[in-house]
């Protein structure tokens, strides 16, 4: 028998994955890995991102795994992490460890890997849909194949799964010649408009509106699709900070509630009009000693912080200023230890990916 017709229904019922801001109710987060952490090989796009002093090390190391008693450290504070989440009643899921020291290829170029540590840089989340970021280093080509076997659950529960552009990551994506600007030039960005690219971890998420900046990963390119593809139900909207090397907007301005925004004071000198009716709480003066070693951030990853909901926001524990900042704002700080994991490049809110928050869409900007 022959079947004549089969209507494939377009029907989100139920999603698994729902979420449209960065504070509220969290029912179920995917938490990164540090399985197999390798340093990336040496390419341009690294230059303007990675620490200065970290080049030799980053050059040396190479296609090498990252310290081990990092590594053991940081999957320890994970662990801390994960327990405190589930101990708040919060889903927790974590990525597959893929082999990150396996060399793969375009034809193009080849590369190895990187982690899957930071969930928040290759996926994002927008409402009911979750999308791979064509993201600009070539050794993240395929860090989102970590996510596949969750990404395939929520599709099947019910979650529209999108991806960008493939990117070719040829040579024209690069300015090549990337050098430092003069003191007072403007920002030179490594990547150039030759195809769409960017990092999830440039947007934040504030109900109807993305907001969203132009950084060493993420070009204009990358955002009008991004803008495009989300369609009028999303105002996608950009912001340019005092920051000559920007990737990754969660150091520079975190959303703790509605009306409620820890900025980076260097990088946030004036306040931009969407605020107006905020309050800006300048994040207070990093702690980390000189002596830790921070491999690919400043030490403005304090600010890093992931909500719970609108009280509870997670701290790292050693962080006595933040959370005595976050106390007398009157939040809830719930402190981890994680200057370990600190040494990767992110913290609470890099390493986690909020698939689920209850709330509806809602506009909470001028
Ligand atoms: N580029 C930021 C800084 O150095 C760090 C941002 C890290 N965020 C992330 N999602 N990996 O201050």
């Given at each position: 028998m022959f079947l004549e017709e089969a209507v494939i229904s377009p029907e989100v019922t139920n999603s698994p994955v729902r979420s449209y801001t960065e504070w509220d109710p969290l029912e179920e987060v995917v938490v990164g890995i540090v399985d197999d952490a390798t340093f990336p090989p040496?390419?341009?796009?690294l230059e303007p991102v990675i620490p200065a002093g970290q080049h030799e090390t980053f050059r040396r190391e190479q296609g090498r795994p990252f310290p081990p008693e990092i590594v053991r450290a940081a999957k320890r504070e994970l662990d801390e992490f994960v327990s405190l989440l589930e101990a708040e009643g919060v889903t927790v899921r974590r990525p597959e460890p893929i082999p990150q020291r396996r060399e793969y290829s375009t034809g193009a170029w080849t590369s190895t890997g990187m982690y899957a540590a930071m969930p928040r840089d290759a996926l994002l989340v927008v409402g009911e849909e979750i999308i791979e970021c064509p993201m600009a280093w070539r050794s993240r080509y395929y860090e989102s194949l970590a996510y596949r076997p969750l990404l395939k659950e929520y599709f099947h529960g019910g979650a529209r799964w999108s991806a960008g552009p493939k990117p070719e990551?040829?040579?024209?994506?690069?300015?090549?010649?990337?050098s430092e600007p003069a003191p007072g030039d403007p920002t030179r960005l490594v990547v150039t408009e030759f195809e769409p690219t960017f990092d999830a971890a440039d947007f934040m998420r504030f109900g109807r509106d993305i907001v969203g900046q132009k950084s060493n990963v993420t070009n204009e390119f990358g955002v009008a699709w991004l803008a495009r593809h989300l369609g009028d139900q999303y105002r996608v909207r950009l912001l340019e900070f005092d920051d000559d090397h920007p990737m990754h907007i969660d150091a520079t301005i975190t959303p703790l509630a509605p009306g409620k925004l820890l900025v980076n004071p260097e990088r946030v000198t004036k306040v931009p009009q969407m605020f107006k009716a905020w309050d800006l709480l300048p994040a207070p003066?990093?702690?980390?000693?000189?002596s830790h070693p921070l491999y690919m951030t400043s030490k403005w990853i304090n600010m890093n912080l992931f909500s719970i909901d609108e009280n509870r926001v997670v701290v790292e524990a050693q962080d006595e200023p933040m959370i005595a900042a976050l106390r007398s704002w009157g939040f809830t700080p719930i402190p981890c230890n994680f200057r370990n994991f600190n040494?990767?490049?992110?913290?609470f809110h890099c390493a986690t990916l909020d698939v689920r928050r209850s709330g509806a869409l809602q506009s909470y900007l001028d």
């Open positions: 040496w390419h341009p796009a990551l040829l040579d024209e994506l690069y300015d090549l010649e990337w003066t990093p702690a980390l000693p000189d040494s990767f490049g992110g913290s």
